[in-house]
DNA sequence: TATGAATGAGGATTCATTCAT
DNA sequence: TATGAATGAATCCTCATTCAT
């Protein structure tokens, strides 16, 4: 969750960033459309209409390309995301604002978060970010929170947030595949759905 | 949900059935330990030690192979987990008993399951199964089981079974990757924590 | 210097066997025309008439397909030369025909000495074989020819066999390009003129 | 043998001749670091810190750029070896200073040697070179050399001082890849055991 | 039934080169 | 002078598929 800065990047042209930037679109757009199999740079260089080798010469290999795929779209969702739940003061009132600002994000910017779920599942996608973090921060942040404030005692101090955190997030990202395919998939209501469902999973019983 | 027989199935040999299986079974395997697309028709064929050729001589195409994958696979599947369902009477124990045996075949199965979830996941795979029920079934049955309890009144009256049936597969299938990668997941623990969770989740409140 | 039989060798059908010599001989004359780096599986293929994919098929890599360049053109080498060798008794008569038939070997087979060398002296081909034994053979078996017969006295005892060995052979290689390049190129008159040239460098010295 | 000055040679700026000077060391170093093939574009540039485009823009293709590696290359060679021929008098006096000052500017100068003879075994470096006199002057020169004063009675009378020539070469550029490799090779203690050789392999015969 | 031979398309990548700036 | 952006050809390799045997 450390702000996006990296110290040793390499100095880059306004050519070049606009190029790259415009190459790892595309390459969301194209994983969004053809999966992360069919994303071939050749497919990626189609739809931009430039050469395959533009995108060898921008970056180092397949695996520099996704990486910046999903560095490009996790920085997005997190500067999204973060002060949604910030504004919130409980436990409960941010597990809320991460469900749904999750989701909102997802609804805005699906090829992003199409593009981020197919890498994460794919095998090969794995393999680039075997040992990253940036892919398990996910769950491990909202572990993070449940066990927080469930010490704090706004949750219910019976669950395991690791599990939880597992559940909460294959539910949202479970939105991905109906929000690609299923064009009347209400999102927002989906939100609200899930949103109610681990409160009542995750609240301190009422009952004394 | 009908059983496995379909009216125009082509004839088969003794021989054919057996190597049909065998290839299936292996292909199975295949994905689980190398992924979707990984799996390619060398790689099964090396495995069970024959040719190339024979796969394709058995099925009519890739797309073929994984039918029978995902069918072989979801008939295990259901064969072992639909008598633990019937064998409850409550809404919310058949719940339990779904989320719980699931779990539990899958950890009893790993590579079946592992596979489907595979393909399901992979826009190839999703590809070979656009329009088909077999996938679709799993979220569906769920869904038919809650919204009939609901009416029932054995469950919470006011959440939306499509989204909750969503949400509890889900967080089924997000157990496997755990279980392929994390050789100290305890998956029956896991079960527990989730079946608890959409057991408060879904029950009718407590509170008038 | 060890038989030519490897006992874990791959059983190979009788095409596959022909298939392979076929490609293994068109690599051969490639090499010998277009340099070892102009040696392409394309170039290859396009000799033969077949697809490039089949060279691939048969091989397991550009690495492999070398390697059996390299041990077909040796193998047919010693089968020429040993006999010339051991029919000799005497280390100087060794020597004339251990520099005599490499070169009559060459100049009946200049196609396969010519790839021989063009690969040892390629960056790209001492990769291949880096910490292999046939290639660094050639000189350590003349060397042990030299240190024999000079310990036994029938060579000038004070030099260096090592050195020796390696201008003997930088002597018959050098006939190589020669041959590649100058058709009137005599062989035979080289020959005779290098195996002088070594006897009177090698012989004990005549004057007491 | 003509001093390096070409009559039509373009005029250059001092900074273009620099550059030119420049990238042809770097190219040196990188083929006798990488080898003929290896040595791309890419590579010089990024020893040099430039871009790949400056060195398209010095020269007119990579044909150019070895043809002025190997003239640098001679160029240096000659003006250390020459002047310790002609210091000396008599014939095999100058057969021994050329092989040891051969091998001592070869000694000195590991990177430029190995350039050049990286280049003249490549096919590839070869076919840049064909028709080219200074390659062959290497081998011409030393002819020379010997025929003159074999002729004057001072070598054998019986050799042919073509094919002794080619040897004479062939042991010397046999150095090199030694020295590349072999961080232990003693090259003076070569240089010594190979003029020895040749000088009793081109000595007038001692016995009447 | 099963094999092994063969194809051809498509994969990423590297390369020398060109050109506007 | 020099750069950096861009191209297109060429590299090896893998794949699913076909077909004669």
Redesign the interface.
């Known amino acids: 969750m450390q702000p996006g800065a990296a110290a040793d990047e390499p100095e880059r042209t306004f050519i070049e960033t606009a190029r790259r930037a415009q190459i790892v679109a595309a390459a969301i757009d194209t994983i969004a459309e ?5 994303a071939s740079f050749a497919r990626i260089a189609e739809r931009l209409g430039i050469s395959r080798g533009l995108i060898s010469y921008h970056f180092s290999g397949k695996g520099d390309l996704i990486k910046q795929v999903v560095h490009q779209a996790a920085e997005q969702a997190k500067a999204y995301i973060r002060p949604r739940i910030l504004a919130e003061s409980t436990g409960p009132g941010m597990l809320r604002a991460y469900i749904e600002s999750n989701l909102a994000f997802m609804g805005e910017h699906r090829n992003n978060v199409i593009a981020m779920v ?1 890498i994460a ?4 996608g794995r393999r680039i970010f075997y040992g990253d973090t940036d892919v398990v921060d996910a769950v491990r942040a909202l572990e993070h929170l449940l066990s927080g404030f469930q010490t704090a005692g706004q949750f ?1 101090p019976d ?2 947030p690791h ?2 955190a ?2 909460i ?3 949202i ?3 991905s ?2 929000l690609a ?1 299923d064009p009347e998939f209400d999102i927002s ?2 939100a609200r ?2 949103a ?3 409160h ?3 609240r301190v019983s ?2 004394p």
Chains 1, 2, 3, 4 share one sequence.
């Open positions: 053809a999966g992360f199999a069919g197919e599942r794919s095998a090969e219910r669950f395991n599990v939880m597992i559940a997030r294959a539910a990202e479970a939105a595949p109906r395919l209501n989906y759905e899930i109610t469902a681990f009542l999973a995750t009422d009952t």
